[in-house]
């Protein structure tokens, strides 16, 4: 291995072609790698670093500096100043850290992240992660100005305020996470409908546009009675959770989860899952409604949820994990043990009928309850589901998994 280290002006260094390290000085360094698992460190000054071949790190640190990976699976980092990062070929991480940074991953399914400043992401072929957060060590900054691209394949692009979004080729995935910094709530008017056209469409929320994109994975966690989220035209992600809302699915298989934590007058969510075959859930003051399609509900113990519209080819998925309870015996958490033939018991008043675990299906009001052990006397009922049209249940709405 040859070390280099500059304290004064200097011309171009290329390394030997193993594995070199550089360590730069306060003027406008140039090195270049060539083969080998480089490491290269810019320090001050503008300076212009090139891997090379094989696995790099490449630090551009102070001033405003231009960084190449080129050929291996390379991390750039470009510190202070406003930086060009290229990665090259093969699969990269870039990050721009501070400045209004300049990121190209190349070919190979590249990580970018733009950091602090108003970026420029471009994610060039493969399959790509675009960052445009203003999220550092740990701290969430205002936000800035950025613009994404994802190019050809099927990216993922995480946007925050303020940014301007194309997914390109491929079906790829926008990714909106709003978190807030108080205990007030918000009221949301967002949609994301017109995401899938050729151009970046507003969508209602801190001045981000977006187009060019197949699906939206989206999480809010302080919503105000009276917001509205509606998704895209294909199958997306949607988590909310708050005083209340409404959460549309639209069209397309989407997943879909609620928790409205209060019970007052005009409080409480409703999740429409829309044309699709949708997988939705909710804890809480939620109300669920499959629309059309086959949908899945996942149930879970005391959630409280009320289901609006169970009907056709729907049905239950029970997560055995979800219903694990307290063994006195054992002295430990077990998984329930169901008689998957009869899961469930149905009536005016039901009544155990074994000592597996089961449900209990009360049909004068709709509601489905959960008992541990049967005909035992060790555990009470748990409301885990209202059926508001009072559904007829069997066996086939029952899936179980781990």
């Known amino acids: ?42 320090a ?25 990976g080129d050929a291996g699976d390379d991390y750039i980092y470009g510190g202070a100043g406003n930086d060009w990062l290229y990665g090259g070929v093969d699969n990269d991480y870039l990050s721009g850290d501070e400045g209004n940074d300049r990121l190209d991953g190349g070919a190979g399914n590249d990580d970018l992240f733009g950091g602090l400043g108003n970026d420029n992401l471009s994610g060039g072929a493969g399959n790509d992660l675009l960052d445009g957060r203003e999220y550092t060590y740990g701290v969430d900054f205002v936000a800035g100005k950025d613009r994404l691209l994802g190019g050809d394949g099927n990216d993922r692009v995480i946007v925050d305020d303020g940014d301007y979004a194309l997914g390109g080729k ?32 507003d969508i209602g929320h801190g001045g981000i546009k977006a187009g060019q994109f197949e699906k939206v994975s989206v999480s809010i966690d302080d919503m105000d009675i009276g917001s509205v989220v509606t998704g895209s035209k294909g199958s997306d992600r949607i988590s909310g959770e708050g005083k209340g809302g409404v959460i549309n699915g639209g069209a397309g298989n989407d997943t879909l989860w ?60 029970i997560k055995m994990s979800d219903f694990r309870y307290f063994d006195y015996n054992l002295n430990k958490y077990v998984a329930p043990v169901f008689d998957k033939a009869n899961p469930v018991v149905s009536g005016a008043d039901p009544k ?49 998994v781990a």
């Open 352 to 400: 155990p009928a074994s000592t597996f675990a089961q449900f209990f299906y009360d049909t004068d009001d709709g509601k489905l309850y959960y008992d541990a052990d049967g005909v035992g006397l060790n555990y009470d009922l748990q409301l885990v589901t209202t059926l508001a049209n009072k559904a007829v249940l069997n066996a086939s709405h029952f899936v179980f």
């Open 1 to 42: 291995m040859t070390t280099y280290r500059l304290t004064k002006k200097t011309k171009a260094i290329k390394g030997t072609g193993g594995e070199d390290d550089f360590f730069g000085s306060m003027f406008n360094d140039t090195f270049e790698g060539r083969a080998g698992n480089d490491y290269i460190y810019g």
């Open 258 to 317: 609620a928790y409205g934590y209060d019970s007052s007058p005009g409080s409480g969510f409703i999740v429409n899952g829309g044309t699709g075959n949708d997988k939705l859930s909710g804890y809480g003051n939620v109300t669920l409604v499959g629309g059309a399609g086959d949908d899945q509900f996942t149930l879970s113990r005391n959630s409280g949820s009320t289901i609006a519209d169970f009907s056709g080819k729907d049905y239950f998925l």
């Open 170 to 201: 491929g079906v790829d995935v926008l990714n909106v996470q709003i978190y807030s910094s108080s205990i007030a709530l918000t009221k949301y008017l967002i949609d994301f409908s017109k995401i899938t056209g050729k151009k970046a469409a």
């Open 44 to 68: 001050d000054g503008n300076d212009r670093l090139k891997g090379g071949d094989d696995d790099d790190y490449v630090y551009g640190e102070m001033g405003n500096d231009k960084l190449y």
